[in-house]
């Protein structure tokens, strides 16, 4: 998803128990900030990509955010705007059904990240990219509230 703004941040947090609760409520200020700072965010709900193909059960934890944002009456409405991106071929398409079959997952190393220069030059296929509609939060909630 992409939200209406100027800026645009990504921020890759790791979240560990001890530590949620102090990072969920500095996540969910976060947020608001840039929101209220008319930032674009970026995140999946997904909370991740599928290796399998598959789509995976959303995650409402910063859409929540988002959605309180406009609800708490700090912004006038909040534009979202869904992006699908579809491809051919997974990277890991070689490799997960054996993964799946029992076979560990190789790790994870500079090494591989600098041979996959190289399988990142093969042709994959086609990847589509759709834009959808923007959705208004404002909007939306006149109809469904």
């Known amino acids: 998803f992409f939200f209406s703004s100027r800026r645009r941040h990504t921020r890759f947090l790791p979240v560990s128990w001890a530590r949620r609760c102090v990072q969920e409520t500095v996540l969910y200020e976060y947020v608001q900030t840039l929101l209220l700072e008319d930032s674009f965010l970026e995140f999946f709900v997904e909370g991740t990509r599928s290796r399998s193909g598959k789509l995976l059960s959303p995650k409402y934890g910063l859409l929540t955010v988002v959605a309180d944002t406009y609800f708490d ?41 600098v041979k996959a220069v190289r399988i990142l030059s093969q042709n994959f296929g086609r990847i589509e990219v759709n834009f959808c509609e923007p959705l208004s939060i404002q909007k939306l909630s006149l109809i469904h509230i």
């Open 73 to 113: 009456q700090k912004l006038p409405d909040i534009q979202i705007i869904p992006v699908t991106i579809n491809y051919e071929k997974v990277l890991e398409g070689d490799t997960f059904p054996l993964e799946l079959l029992g076979e560990e997952k190789v790790k994870e190393s500079l090494l591989r990240i």
